[in-house]
């Protein structure tokens, strides 16, 4: 861990991977509820750090940070959601050439995944979803869409994701889902948060 305070409220945790960042942030919330943190405002986690926010002594916890032992998550330690899909994405084929697959190959090895948030941003309700293998991973379109649908599945890298409302984009699009991911009048609004299970459950086509 290198903690970098900032500003004068603030402390910028740098980590070297996605799973030391999942693993840390669900250690903080542990801790929060424990009531073993310093008072603060946020917990924010990223691809690659965590900011803490709101602290009144960020150098303070920077000395704590080094002593403590922060186990690795397991599948137990998170919530699970199933989101039906149906794979008619306009970039499906385009996906299943990239993979060297069929296109119904790629709805057997995509809804097989057990996929978990990373960590959410982009837009209110939108998750970085890892879990499929380097081997699947795809590049971003060489020309973004100036409108991607609602509740569409995408591909980007090694992250799926699911956009919560419509908006430009340039990820691979390889299905549609009615699952709302952002409500306002939701307690809580957005259906995912880091560390949340996820899992795609194909649907007939119309």
């Given at each position: 861990m290198r903690p970098l305070p900032v500003g004068e409220h603030g402390l910028l945790i740098e980590l070297d991977s996605a799973e030391e960042v999942e693993a840390l942030h669900a250690e903080l919330l542990r801790r929060?509820?424990?009531?073993?943190?310093?008072?603060?405002?946020?917990?924010?986690?990223?691809?690659?750090?965590?900011?803490?926010?709101?602290?009144?002594?960020?150098?303070?916890?920077?000395?704590?940070?080094?002593?403590?032992?922060?186990?690795?998550?397991?599948?137990?330690?998170?919530?699970?959601?199933?989101?039906?899909?149906?794979?008619?994405?306009?970039?499906?084929?385009?996906?299943?050439?990239?993979?060297?697959?069929?296109?119904?190959?790629?709805?057997?090895?995509?809804?097989?995944?057990?996929?978990?948030?990373?960590?959410?941003?982009?837009?209110?309700?939108?998750?970085y979803l890892t879990g499929l293998p380097e081997r699947l991973h795809v590049p971003r379109r060489d020309t973004p869409r100036t409108k991607v649908p609602v509740g569409s599945v995408a591909l980007a890298g090694p992250y799926t994701g699911v956009y919560p409302r419509s908006s430009p984009g340039g990820w691979q699009l390889i299905g549609t889902t009615g699952t709302v991911l952002w409500d306002p009048r939701r307690e809580p609004a957005a259906l995912l948060a880091p560390g949340t299970r996820v899992r795609f459950v194909p649907q007939e086509t119309a």
């Open positions: 929060a509820a424990d009531g073993a943190l310093p008072p603060l405002r946020e917990i924010v986690p990223a691809a690659r750090t965590v900011l803490l926010d709101g602290l009144a002594d960020p150098r303070g916890l920077i000395a704590e940070l080094a002593a403590w032992d922060i186990p690795p998550l397991t599948a137990g330690d998170r919530p699970t959601v199933e989101i039906p899909v149906r794979y008619d994405g306009p970039d499906l084929a385009d996906v299943a050439a990239l993979w060297g697959v069929t296109p119904d190959e790629v709805v057997r090895l995509h809804s097989a995944t057990e996929f978990h948030v990373a960590f959410c941003g982009f837009a209110p309700g939108f998750g």
